[in-house]
């Protein structure tokens, strides 16, 4: 038992992460609990809840990737922080709803790989373009962590907040039961809607 949260030894031997912590968390956004996780690859990873969510269905949820540059600096060369504050204002205003933060930046090649890929971008190459420059796929990011962190969490069903539809593609084939989709409507600006554009043509964003 972790704060009245019953871990199954049986159940969670066969998931890549583990609940480890949680605690209150007033924002500005409104008060919600933070969920630690611990992952088998060493990361940490976090849900940000409202509500009551175990044993819930249709519960809104949006699968965050970490990034520093737009998150914590408020690059305007991508859309990721004001993803992630409207996916939290919507939830704010609903019964219950989940944030999960995981620590996969740059589409999963890390920090620096994402800086090396913005200076490409910067010569006049795409996301995607910048990646494969480098030496990787369009999008490295893992789903399985995020479909464990839902299992922990006992949600029964969720409805996705997202533009990708790989991530609902993803997901499910995880397990996760996706009933449905929430667009995220982000106005774009001078420097990321080539960015943006990308996402549509080349990554088959629902924009």
Request: proline fraction near 2%.
């Amino acid at each position: 038992m972790l704060n009245g949260v019953r871990l199954v030894a049986a159940e969670t031997d066969t998931r890549h992460v583990r609940l480890a912590a949680e605690a209150r968390l007033p924002s500005r956004f409104g008060t919600f609990k933070v969920v630690g996780f611990e992952s088998e690859d060493g990361k940490e990873h976090a849900a940000i809840v409202k509500g009551d969510v175990r044993g819930a269905s249709h519960v809104p949820l949006r699968v965050h990737s970490e990034c520093f540059t737009g998150d914590v600096m408020g690059s305007l060369k991508c859309d990721c922080r004001d993803q992630l504050q409207a996916a939290l204002t919507f939830i704010e205003g609903q019964e219950c709803g989940v944030v999960l933060y995981l620590r996969q930046e740059g589409r999963g090649i890390g920090l620096t790989n994402k800086i090396r890929a913005y200076a490409l971008q910067d010569s006049g190459m795409d996301t995607v373009e910048a990646n494969h420059a480098l030496g990787f796929a369009d999008d490295l990011r893992r789903y399985d962590v995020a479909a464990d962190m839902i299992a922990e969490l006992g949600i029964e069903s969720i409805v996705l907040i997202t533009n990708n539809p790989n991530k609902v593609d993803g997901l499910r084939g995880y397990g996760v039961n996706v009933a449905d989709r929430i667009p995220l409507k982000i106005e774009a600006n001078a420097h990321n809607a080539f960015y943006l554009d990308t996402k549509k043509r080349r990554s088959g964003h629902l924009l």
